[in-house]
């Protein structure tokens, strides 16, 4: 172990040692308005929400009643910001959220004044990740109204290192693609939801696939830039021959020709056979993430929708397509208390290396919820949603949920809902309800 991976540990051992943080009350107590704006920026029509007697919260609201807000005033010992910052001095600066798994004993009513406590579970790492060296952070919540449980939840987020994609495979397992210091930025994006083309910072000149040097002023000042996502093919192969890892055959590879003036060779999405792309062929860029650690961008036919979980895209539950818009993102944003700048500012969104806005997981918890009692009900109880993340949420795409019955037990059905976006999947949740 490395001295940096010891003091890290140590750091967070300590915390972890600590246990249980004090409790802290929610600023406010549960009340009818903000239920009411909640319920409104999701699109939940639950008679149970709206205003009246006997207004219940919706269980996804849980977290909301304790979020930090606008001004933040963090407890001292709240174990995970100070986490973070064992991590942030360590320079694993980046955050991403990868899990969210919460349980709900009951609703809460209005007047109830929720207090949480939560205590740093684990720390593990280092990982190599496709997006970077990092730790995985998780964290436990209890959420109490007068020494009565009423809500739990599990967090867990990946801090790591900018820049620091893998940079060795093992060959044997599947195709990976190679990650080096030079093309990290790319697999980054790729994991981000972006098509990123490497920028000389002198000249201005694009250039792929990636290098040290500016082939045209030769300066090593480098960045990039995100592209629309869209091109021509070129040329393109269909290969039969020899056995790839991981992969059907035959497998077509595309050398597209993107509408910023790069060439770049990726793999047609979609299902193993000839004929899928032609020379000439509008195309449009896909992601797909193969495994926790590497995202592939590969290329389909432009306008053609999700190309590859075609086969099993059963639903035992009705799809709901859900358009998202600016409004959508800010307003559930602000209606869950969450002010982080990348759900509600468009260019600090943009500078913090994102494409744009992106749904926060609080709605995308509230969304999930919303899509399960409109289906069983307003008066289904939500015993627990376990949500794992993927692929932002950005306006101008439609979220796509799609819903399966995995098992009806004791009065007790776990259902596995899938949230997609065009650039992949954006969640995957597992709920267990009472109807
Ligand atoms: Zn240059």
């Excluded at 009340?31 to 008679?47: L, Q, S, Y």
């Excluded at 830039?225 to 269909?238: D, I, Y």
């Excluded at 796509?400 to 992949?424: C, H, K, Q, W």
Aim: proline share 8%; with cysteine; hydrophobic share 35%.
């Amino acid at each position: 172990m490395t001295d940096v991976t010891d003091e890290i540990l140590q750091r967070t051992e300590k915390i972890k040692a600590r246990g249980k943080s004090d409790a802290r009350l929610a600023p406010d107590p549960v009340n009818v308005p903000m239920i009411r704006h909640w319920a409104e920026a999701i699109g939940d029509t639950n008679p149970r929400w709206t205003p009246g007697p006997d207004t219940e919260a919706p269980p996804a609201m849980a977290q909301v009643w304790t979020m930090y807000g606008l001004n933040p005033v963090r407890m001292p010992n709240d174990p995970l910001p100070e986490t973070m910052q064992v991590l942030d001095d360590a320079g694993f600066t980046s955050v991403l959220g990868t899990n969210c798994d919460q349980t709900y004993a009951r609703t809460l009513r209005p007047g109830e004044v929720p207090s949480i406590t939560t205590f740093l579970a684990d720390v593990t790492g280092p990982k190599k990740t496709g997006v970077g060296e990092g730790y995985f952070i998780t964290t436990k919540s209890v959420w109490t109204v007068d020494d009565e449980e009423v809500a739990t939840m599990t967090f867990r987020v990946l801090k790591f290192k900018p820049g620091t994609g893998r940079a060795s495979v093992d060959k044997t397992k599947s195709s990976r693609p190679m990650m080096s210091k030079d093309t990290s930025f790319f697999w980054e994006g790729t994991a981000a939801g972006e098509l990123r083309i490497q920028k000389c910072n002198a000249c201005g000149e694009l250039r792929h696939p990636p290098g040290p040097v500016c082939p045209k002023c030769h300066a090593m000042d480098r960045g990039y830039v995100v592209a629309s996502g869209r091109g021509t093919v070129h040329s393109f192969l269909v290969h039969h021959a020899p056995i790839v890892p991981g992969k059907q055959l035959p497998l077509t590879l595309a050398l597209v020709d993107l509408d910023e003036g790069v060439r770049m060779i990726g793999e047609v999405a979609g299902r193993p056979e000839e004929g899928t792309v032609q020379i000439g062929d509008a195309v449009e860029v896909w992601f797909d993430p193969i495994d926790d650690e590497v995202t592939l961008a590969k290329w389909r036919p432009a306008g053609t929708g999700d190309p590859e979980p075609a086969p099993e895209q059963t639903s035992d539950l009705p799809i709901w397509e859900l358009p998202i818009t600016p409004t959508l993102v800010v307003s559930t944003a602000l209606a869950t208390r969450d002010f982080q700048d990348v759900h509600h500012d468009r260019d600090r969104s943009i500078g913090h290396g994102s494409k744009d806005i992106f749904i926060n997981i609080l709605s995308t918890t509230g969304l999930v919820q919303r899509y399960i009692t409109d289906w069983a009900g307003p008066q289904t109880q939500i015993l627990s949603c376990a949500l794992r993340l993927g692929a932002p949420a950005y306006p101008y795409d439609t979220l796509r949920f799609t819903g399966n019955i995995v098992s009806e037990e004791d009065g007790v059905t776990t259902i596995d809902v899938t949230a997609g976006v065009s650039i992949g999947t954006h969640a995957n949740a597992r709920l267990e309800i009472r109807k």
